[in-house]
């Protein structure tokens, strides 16, 4: 990659200036002020003791003396305070897009491990379940460009309140509807999870305001726990660690009966429909981790921990004494005897290492329990060191919607397959009736515009998503990368030639300013896949594609591809070609499709 090269070049000046500062090399902001840039004079004067233009001429002129040794700058200049700008020679240029690859990225032979989406069955997966999906997906795919093996994990929250809450508003409602689950097996799956979503509304709306649907519900959580353990008994073979049935009293066993076969439905249910969406999302899982396993893993950890004093109980529950680290005490068992969420992600780490050995495990969740995750690093690290270093949040922010322009199926809820239909039907509507394959080509255009929507933005702010912009086939946007990649296509196409072949090394021509630029962007892309994975910042790509989309279409304005002398027909076909190949790749890593034609 070149700026890891003339990153190398530098450091090798300074050592034998005697100086070792942070070298940082860039991409200036205007073109006309070179193709990489670096500030390292300005850094380094002050311990050079002496005047940074004075420093950045030293370093320039060093470098240029041994450029013929290097055969790599046609140019290095000074300007400004001391700023040294550096432009490449059009044959490394060439050279340098030839590969779409990262060479040694800085997750290079790693076993890295990435849990996302984390939906709750019995509820519908919501746009906060997709943010979350759509980052894993693009992380998962930027770590192994950068060399990584990794394992895409999902930890769904079959157990809890939330099951409790949909369970007893589920017997509330099929009794009022005079409903069987007999009547429900028969509905189509997008029915059974719609009433699944309102069995959950109705239980939440009751628990929040009567003391005494409070008081079934969390009776009813008891039996949700036992449904959960008797459930992985006969699906996975699970053997209980704890023993959840010395809270069952006598007067709940119909109930109990009742509530068992109504969890195991719901729960095959909504495992189905995220399958469903997860297949049109392009997500495939290498492994799936219920909630109510990691919580009994999570309540042995814990309670084998309490004579070590890693853990204290305290008024009836157990609790990690945070305020030891500077953070605060959270709860891990309640009073009620049951594992909470800290508890069970306790529980999840070593069994996802069990499963296979990995360097890195990173979780994508949202900002709002940042607070929550610094005390469960801090409790992993004290009962497993090793794995509380090699687990890492990845913190995303809200998703947040313009007031009015949106509504679900049902209550305030933007569910996942709402949104998806929604995005392909407003893309169908402005697709002339004449394209082939419309609805197929509809369907990877809305999913490229919600996609690039929510990844285009820093992954720890909050963001505002549009869905009428995202569908925007101009601007910054899926649709318009994808459109610049059909029409790069089918310039090739009518040159009668496929993608790649193109051999230029011979070509000697006086490129203009608009294709140098895209020569020099398209010898970026590794440095750019590359810094994307080191940040975990699939917004620094998705700047990257837009920049290199808007360049090649101004070039396309303004210079005659197929219609121009042998030499010139040649290079520019080969801009087209590689621009397309970039975009392709690029939106790849994004998790998005292209389609031949738009």
Known sequence: MLKQEIKKLIEKELASLGVEVLVVVDYPADPAHGDYASNVALISAKKLGKNPKEVAQE??????????????????????????????????????????????????????????????????????????????????????????????????????????????????????????????????????????????????????????????????????????QEYLQKKLGWQPQIDYHQYLHAENKSLYTKVKELYEAGKDWSLENFERLYKRLGTTFDNYYPESIAGERGYKIVKDNIATGIFVESEGAVIFPGEKYGLHNRVFINK????????????????????????????????????????????????????????????????????????????????????????????????????????????MVGLAAIKYAFLKSSIGKDIVFDLEESVNFEGNSGPYLQYTYTRAKSVLDKAGKGEGGFDISRTKIKFTSDERRLLCLLARFPEIVDEAATRYAPQVLCTYLFELAQTFNLFYQKSPILKTEEDIRAFRLHLTDKTGAVLKRGLHLLGISVPDHM
Not at 150 to 169: C, F, I, N
Not at 410 to 417: D, E, L, R
Not at 427 to 435: F, G, K, L
């Open 336 to 443: 009620l005897g049951l594992p909470t969420y800290e508890a069970k992600e306790l529980g999840l780490a070593p069994w996802k290492y069990e499963d296979e050995p990995y360097d890195l495990s990173f979780i994508v969740t949202a900002t709002e329990i940042a607070g929550y995750f610094g005390v469960l690093i801090e409790a992993l690290k004290q009962v497993n060191p090793e794995l509380g270093k090699k687990t890492k949040p990845i913190l995303h922010g809200m998703v947040r919607l313009p007031e009015g322009k949106m509504s679900s199926r049902w209550g305030n809820v933007i569910s996942v397959g709402w949104l998806l239909d929604e995005a392909k039907a407003r893309v169908m509507s402005r697709m002339s009736d004449e394209i082939l394959d419309k609805e197929a080509i509809a369907e």
């Open 59 to 228: 370093i320039a002129e060093k470098m240029r003396m041994k450029n013929k040794e290097w055969q790599m700058f046609e140019k290095i200049d000074i300007a400004g305070p001391g700023f040294l700008n550096f432009w490449i020679k059009y044959d490394i240029l060439v050279a340098s897009n030839t590969s779409l690859d990262v060479e040694m990225g800085i997750f290079h032979e790693k076993k890295i491990v990435v849990e996302y989406t984390d939906p709750n069955p019995f509820k519908e997966l919501h746009i906060g379940h997709l943010y979350s999906n759509i980052i894993g997906e693009s992380l998962s795919l930027l770590f192994e460009a950068s060399g990584a093996q990794v394992r895409r994990v999902d930890y769904y929250g079959d157990v809890g309140m939330h099951v409790a809450k949909s369970l007893w508003g589920l017997l509330k409602k099929m009794k009022q509807d005079n409903v069987s689950l007999t009547d429900l097996r028969q509905q189509p799956l997008t029915d059974r999870i719609t009433y699944l979503g309102e069995g959950y509304a109705l239980g939440s709306n009751a628990y929040a305001n009567d003391l005494t649907v409070v008081e079934e519900i969390k009776d009813i959580n008891y039996l949700v726990y036992m449904s959960g």
